[in-house]
């Protein structure tokens, strides 16, 4: 088991020889605690994948230093790092048994044989797999393929961290919980660090004790699935955790007195200084309510989902949604809304303010 520690942390990939390299990666600082479940959650291209390849030595960061239980590793190679790396697309010898798949770790490090089987049964229990321990892998669905990818990682008793670049991209959408719900167990079991990456909001949440926002090559908050949605640091995270996700209106400050469109506010932080910059606030659907002491507004759409209803409105041009419980009568004549102050959150050029 290991701690991850990133100091100073920056890559930039080789750029044409008359321009500025472009940083992939920002400035990390970052700690993983030993035997986390950890989530690196944000969209294509923002540096998930390069922060990974720095942390099993895939590469070496243009600066800074990397560092596991307060030893540094930036240049240790892969090989020594006792790291194993699930990619996106499963990575498996067709022309062996399943069992020889799951072997290969152990053989290539000369562990002998009784304790390969041992190894090797134990990985095959856990993920389903000891009635096709025979079978040639070629003959297994892409999920098939990926649950032996994943054992390939989890087989070697030397491991500490295990990393999982967006594994799950090439399952089928209904077996995909499966496998997710079996990685949170075998997190359990093994009690190894887990770095698990996605763009995916519901395999971040349901998979890490502490999820990892990344945007533009920077990690814009960390925290627990209910840390990110009740207090997102950045307008980003209350856009991409949340289904619909936070809506974030135009606002002014005057005399630490916050308003919207020139109706009064209360918001969950009192605002004394003096504030440069782009004003917004937000606050999510499940924040506000209909009440006639509120804003105007008109209904534009409502979504029946069940259990409760999506409202659709909007003032002065701006687009607002409402998550309305089920019991909740939506109101047919000039409908108004307020936000709870509570859950109204000021941000300064896109950052949150306290
Ligand atoms: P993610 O995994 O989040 O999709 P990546 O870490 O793969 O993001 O990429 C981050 C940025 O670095 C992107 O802009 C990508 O185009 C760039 N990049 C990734 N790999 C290379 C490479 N080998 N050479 C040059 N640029 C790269
Ligand atoms: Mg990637």
Known sequence: MAKIEFKNVRHAYPAPSD?????ALEQVDQVWED???YALLGPSGCGKTTLLNIISG???????????DDEEVTHLPTTERHIAQV???PVVYDTMTVYDNLAFPLRNRQVPEDQVRKRVEAIAEMLDLTNSLKNRASGLTADGKQKISLGRGLVRPDVKIIMFDEPLTVIDPHLKWLLRSKLKELHQQLGVT???VTHDQTEALTFADKVLVMLEGTIVQVGTPVELFMEPNHTFVGH????PGMNVLPCEVKNGQVSYRSHLLETAHSHKQEMEGKLEIGVRPEFVRFDDAGIPVSIERIEDLGRFKIATVAHEGDVIKLLVPDEVKIPENSPKIMFDPERTHLYCNNWVVK
């Open 87 to 89: 990619f996106q697309f």
């Open 58 to 68: 895939l590469l070496t960061p243009s600066e800074g230093a990397v560092y596991f």
């Open 19 to 23: 321009q500025a390299p472009v940083y």
């Open 240 to 243: 991409f955790i949340g289904s």
């Open 35 to 37: 035997g986390g479940a």
């Open 194 to 196: 887990m770095i698990y």
